[in-house]
């Protein structure tokens, strides 16, 4: 794939980038349509890969940790929160995170579910490196619910 005009999810939720091999920037596709890449929150019409995100049920839970390896302030979340300051975080970033349960998040790097976004499925990141992030800025985070 190279450019895309429109995309419709018939089932699932895929994460999508902008560079083959799963690299650059992601963008998540969830049931419905985007009739334009704009619909994607993507600023062009270049899709280079894409893959199913794995969902295995619906219960989540994920720890945010100020600083890397697992340490550091961190915050427990098993719901959507639009400004992760107001969970008691007391800066932005976020520098690993460990994922429960059975669902993945997207992490947004503004609030109210703005910004670049980092798709994270269980499992344990010890950096933001890890989720293909430039920065360990997170301001807000969501569920990735799965309807067909």
């Known amino acids: 794939m190279n450019r895309v005009n429109s995309i419709r999810v018939e089932s699932g939720a895929w994460i999508c980038y ?3 091999d799963f690299k ?3 963008y998540i596709l969830e049931h ?4 334009e890449f704009q619909r994607w929150n993507s600023h062009n019409d270049h899709m280079g ?3 199913p995100i794995r969902m295995h049920g619906e219960h989540y839970r994920i720890e945010l940790f100020e600083a890397c390896n697992f340490s550091g302030q961190c915050v427990d979340i098993c719901d959507d929160c639009p400004f992760l300051q107001s969970r008691g975080l007391s800066k932005n970033c976020i520098n690993s995170v460990k994922v429960y349960g059975d669902g993945a ?3 947004y790097e503004e609030p109210n579910f703005r910004g670049r976004m980092y ?3 269980r499992g344990n990141y010890c950096s933001h490196n890890e989720w293909q992030a430039q920065n360990p800025n997170i301001q807000s985070i969501r569920r990735v619910v799965n309807y067909f």
């Open 18 to 20: 902008d560079h083959p």
């Open 24 to 26: 650059g920037q992601q």
């Open 32 to 35: 419905g349509e985007y009739p």
């Open 49 to 51: 890969s894409c893959k």
């Open 105 to 107: 998040w997207v992490m």
């Open 119 to 121: 798709i994270v499925e």
